[in-house]
């Protein structure tokens, strides 16, 4: 069974950063993609990024500059660092581990899902 823990949201203001971590447990890390996703009230849940197994990324256009994935094997973590947050940033951050080890940008080739934290950015 795979396990999938968030945490570091919270309330931060605009221009702000913050940093979210992601512990994996129950397969094997370091093979798969993962993935951060977001969905705001009323909205799609949209790719915020992801990184494949050997490091690479990809981000949604309007998170390129502001936010970096990163992972770390040994500890079964990833990470997205945001910075330069903005009110429309608000939303439940997801993290996924993919079925495969590519950084896709599609939320139907995930196939375990964290609980979601939440991350809220005032103006």
């Known amino acids: 069974q795979v396990q999938l823990v968030e945490s570091g949201g919270g309330l931060v203001q605009a221009g702000g950063s913050l940093r979210l971590s992601c512990a994996a447990s129950?397969?094997?890390?370091?093979?798969?993609?993962m993935g951060w996703f977001r969905q705001a009230p009323g909205k799609e849940r949209e790719l915020a990024a992801a990184?494949?197994?050997?490091?690479?990324?990809e981000y949604e256009d309007s998170m390129k500059g502001r936010f970096t994935i990163s992972r770390d094997n040994a500890k079964r973590t990833v990470y997205l660092q945001m910075n330069s947050l903005k009110p429309e940033d608000t939303a439940v951050y997801y993290c996924?581990?993919?079925?495969?080890?590519?950084?896709?940008?599609?939320?139907?080739?995930?196939?375990?899902w964290g609980q979601g934290t939440q991350v809220t950015v005032s103006s």
């Open positions: 996924a581990v993919g079925a495969t080890g590519r950084a896709s940008r599609l939320a139907r080739e995930y196939d375990y």
């Open positions: 990184i494949s197994w050997d490091g690479y990324t």
């Open positions: 129950g397969r094997t890390f370091s093979v798969y993609g």
